[in-house]
């Protein structure tokens, strides 16, 4: 094997490692109903990462729309529309 089949080999093993030890969630937990200021309703979970991180969730419109973190920042929140998508961005962002 040459150097350079050593280098790329090492190197190629290095980037499939590093996504295997991307944070990922392990479970999200229900905690409240509740409602902003404006009376807009709104449900709160908690999504737990197999980092041991917890990120607050929030779901909305139904459990429609799922937004990364805490409602006092809901100007600034990231939504999407499916729950796992929203834990799996809380995980890698937070």
């Not at 990364?68 to 920042?73: L, M, S």
């Not at 529309?81 to 929203?86: D, G, L, N, R």
């Amino acid at each position: 094997m040459t150097t350079a089949q050593t280098v790329t080999a090492a190197f190629t093993l290095l980037l499939l490692s590093a996504g295997s030890h991307a944070a990922r969630p392990t479970s999200i937990v229900f905690n409240t109903h509740a409602e902003t200021e404006d009376g807009r309703p709104y449900a709160r979970f908690t999504v737990k990462c197999n980092d041991g991180r917890s990120v607050p969730l929030t779901a909305w419109d139904g459990r429609r729309k799922w937004c990364i973190g805490d409602v006092r920042d809901i100007g600034t929140l990231s939504c999407d529309k499916k729950q796992i998508s929203a834990a799996k961005t809380a995980c890698m962002d937070a």
